[in-house]
Each structure stands twice: as C-alpha cells, then as structure tokens.
T-cell receptor, first 114, second 115 residues
C-alpha cells in the first residue's frame, strides 16, 4: 500500500530551536509539495519540487525556512529558528506528472512551538 | 485573487439527507485540473476525484457525485444519503497547466452529519 510517510507526527519545541521535518514520497512520484495548514490561513503551499529541483518556494519565509530533496526518497523542511507563529500542521504530498495528477498527502507533522 | 472559492464554511445535515458542496474556480488557462479532497477528523487529506478541463462528464462513485460545469466555473460535489462517516472537511482544488502546476486549495467546507 503506497503512501507518503512523514516524520515526526508530532513535535513540540521551544522557540528558537531548529526543527526538521522529513517526508518519504511515494516511490516513482516525481513531484513533492510541502503545505502548511492553520485555522487562519488554511492550506498554504510552502515549496514544490519536481525531479528533486525546487520549482516554487515563494510561499516560504526564506529567512527561517528551507526545503531540500537530498535524494528521490527524502524531502526535508527545516525551520531555524522556530517561532510560535510556526505552530501548524505541515503536510507533504507527492504526485506523478506534476500538478496534472492528483497529489497524495502524508499524515502531517503537527508542530507546536512554545 | 482566490482561485478556488468554497463559499460554504460549515454545513450540518441529518443522516440520510443529500448534501451538495459548492466549488467555484477561476482560471485563464484552457487546460486545468480540478480535485476534491476529504479531511476527516483524524487529519489526513484523502484524494477523492480528479477532473480535467476537457471532460465535463459528471461522475458518480457510490454515494458521491460530481457536477462539472465550465459555463459557471463550478465543480460541485454531492453526497447522497449522507452518513456520519461523511463528517469531515472537504477541499476543492485547482491545478493549472502553467506555470508550475501547483495546487490551489479552497478554504474548505466543514460537513457535519448528525445521526
């Protein structure tokens, strides 16, 4: 049963600490998305990769957020330093054929910054 | 400007009633794709359907049906004979062929089915 795997599922950290979230996309998918979900903003696209190359990260605060794909089986989203306003659920999704095909979402990482 | 509008923030229905979730989109592309996702209380986002802009045929899958009308830029979702398990937040999304194929999500409609 192919699925997108995200770790950790939950993370509580203190303000100022570094947070790294990991995502294993579905094997064979060439597109990876990072979304952030909050009550106020809904689902926001943070970054988007195709064939491991970043295509769009305009939704990401560049001073503290970074997203990478070290290889085809791993995508990372890092926040350094973290702030309370970063508290949200972060979703990774993968898809084939870019945005023309459906994206499959992981279960999300619930981040709480205190 | 919002590319996907889900005007209904919350809907409550009694079990076995039919319910329609509205989705209106905006795009200048002639090639685009529309999607519906379900987010149950457990939190994951579950893909329900994909439709491309060249296929206006309505689709039915069990109790679920989708009505795509390009003339009104709408892609509405109907649940027939609703069940408690249908309680979730439902998101409509749009993907354009250019420039980057990213997904634009609506703000979601929270559906509560009352037993």
């Amino acid at each position: 049963d192919a699925r997108v795997t995200q770790t950790p599922r939950h993370k509580v950290t203190e303000m100022g600490q570094e947070v790294t979230m990991r995502c294993q996309p579905i094997l064979g998918h060439n597109t990876v998305f990072w979304y952030r979900q909050t009550m106020m903003q809904g689902l926001e696209l943070l970054a988007y990769f195709r064939n491991r190359a970043p295509l769009d990260d305009s939704g990401m605060p560049k001073d503290r957020f970074s997203a990478e794909m070290p290889d085809a089986t791993l995508a990372t989203l890092k926040i350094q330093p973290s702030e309370p306003r970063d508290s949200a659920v972060y979703f990774c999704a993968s898809g084939a054929q870019g945005g023309t095909a459906e994206a499959f979402f992981g279960q999300g990482t619930r981040l709480t910054v205190v | 400007a919002q590319k996907v509008t889900q005007a209904q923030t919350e809907i409550s229905v009694v079990e076995k009633e039919d319910v329609t979730l509205d989705c209106v989109y905006e795009t200048r592309d002639t090639t685009y794709y529309l999607f519906w996702y379900k987010q149950p209380p457990s939190g994951e986002l579950v893909f329900l359907i994909r439709r491309n802009s060249f296929d206006e045929q309505n689709e039915i899958s069990g109790r679920y049906s989708w009505n795509f009308q390009k003339s009104t830029s709408s892609f509405n979702f109907t649940i027939t004979a609703s069940q408690v398990v249908d309680s979730a937040v439902y998101f409509c999304a749009l993907s354009e062929a250019l420039p980057g194929n990213q997904f634009y999500f609506g703000t979601g409609t929270s559906l509560t089915v009352i037993p």
